[in-house]
């Protein structure tokens, strides 16, 4: 059973930085997929960000040009940097291993960490 386990969350001002980290347990980490989701209170948990296993990465509309997702495959840790953050930003934030499937990136473990919460203040 791969265990995931998210850190480096924290409350932090509109545009400010933040570096969220993933790691995940497997041998075979450097041949997954990964993918960042983030759950704001009330919604649906929603993809984020992908990086494939040769490191092309994929982002969602709403975060183009502001998250870089990265990837140490030595430490099985998956990164998310995100930048000029704003409080639409304020979530949960989870990784997992991604499959594609038709037009979107989808979890493929079926179980989840703990997350970590991101909130952006005014």
């Known amino acids: 059973q791969v265990q995931l386990v998210e850190s480096g969350g924290g409350l932090v001002q509109a545009g400010g930085s933040l570096r969220i980290s993933c790691v995940a347990s497997?041998?075979?980490?450097?041949?997954?997929?990964m993918g960042w989701f983030r759950q704001a209170p009330g919604k649906e948990r929603e993809w984020v960000a992908t990086?494939?296993?040769?490191?092309?990465?994929y982002y969602a509309d709403s975060v183009k040009g502001r998250f870089t997702i990265s990837r140490d495959n030595a430490k099985n840790t998956v990164y998310l940097q995100m930048n000029s953050l704003n409080p639409e930003d304020t979530a949960v934030y989870y990784c997992?291993?991604?499959?594609?499937?038709?037009?979107?990136?989808?979890?493929?473990?079926?179980?989840w960490g703990q997350g970590t919460q991101v909130t952006v203040s005014l």
């Open positions: 997992n291993k991604v499959v594609h499937t038709g037009d979107i990136w989808q979890p493929d473990f079926g179980s």
């Open positions: 497997g041998r075979t980490f450097s041949l997954y997929h």
């Open positions: 990086i494939s296993w040769s490191s092309p990465t």
